[in-house]
């Protein structure tokens, strides 16, 4: 009965690397969202994405962000060109309907050198 | 300023005390309130939900929300070191997009045995 799963739990790129993040839902969500958390902030939403399809994307930056929920496989956050800047935690949450409790994993660690 | 306001700590309390922790909002289409609970280096896990208004418990732990004041309040009777997190609170809008949590940054709390 695995809860959400992300990986890598730490990632460290040099600036202007790219950054990917997965994340698998709980067994029977189909429900994805991206939230990012920086240092003495709040967590802040990003993305909202269901299979193969970005639902609600106001909360991720313009440029070189970007996310997908692919068919088969893992939700991808994708950081291009990375800056100093995106040096955070990225959580993802899953649910089981767009509403409801939010189950979250236990983030992703960037630093960006 | 910022949507949702919270008072950082540290907050620290012998084992057995009350736990008080609380933010402030902004925003008056908040209609649900949570708070979570953060351990080091982990995901938030979901403590209490609120709709509107009023009280509600759950074993050692009492949200309270007062929208008229826009303040949210969560206590937690006879603490425990295993209390030790950092709680943060959240909240979101009516209208579908409930997903769209807006957090404060947390509150760090130690109970000392």
């Known amino acids: 009965n695995a809860g959400v799963m992300q990986n890598p739990r730490h990632l460290v790129r040099r600036r202007g690397q790219e950054a990917r993040l997965r994340c698998s839902p709980m067994?029977?969500?189909?429900?994805v969202y991206w939230y990012r958390q920086l240092p003495e902030e709040g967590l802040k939403f990003m993305v909202y994405?269901?299979?193969?399809?970005?639902?609600?994307e106001s909360g991720m930056p313009k440029e070189r962000f970007s996310a997908e929920f692919p068919k088969e496989g893992p939700s991808i956050l994708r950081i291009q060109q990375v800056v100093r800047g995106d040096s955070a935690a990225y959580f993802c949450?899953?649910?089981?309907?767009?509403?409801?409790?939010?189950?979250f994993g236990e983030g992703s660690r960037l630093t960006v050198l | 300023q910022k949507e949702v306001e919270q008072d950082p700590g540290p907050l620290s309390v012998p084992e057995g005390a009350i736990v008080s922790l609380n933010c402030t909002y902004s925003?008056?289409?908040?209609?649900?309130f949570m708070w979570y609970r953060q351990y080091s280096r982990k995901g938030p896990e979901l403590l209490m939900y609120?709709?509107?208004?009023g009280n509600k418990e759950d074993g050692r732990f009492t949200a309270q929300v007062d929208k008229s004041s826009k303040y949210i309040s969560l206590f937690i009777r006879d603490s425990q070191p295993s209390d030790s997190a950092t709680y943060l609170c959240?909240?979101?809008?009516?209208?579908?997009?409930?997903?769209?949590?807006?957090f404060g940054a947390g509150t760090t709390v130690t109970v000392r045995a």
């Open positions: 949450a899953s649910s089981e309907r767009n509403t409801g409790e939010l189950f």
């Open positions: 067994k029977g969500h189909s429900h």
């Open positions: 994405l269901q299979k193969e399809n970005i639902i609600d």
């Open positions: 925003n008056s289409a908040f209609q649900y």
């Open positions: 609120t709709y509107s208004s």
């Open positions: 959240a909240m979101s809008a009516l209208g579908g997009n409930d997903y769209k949590l807006s």
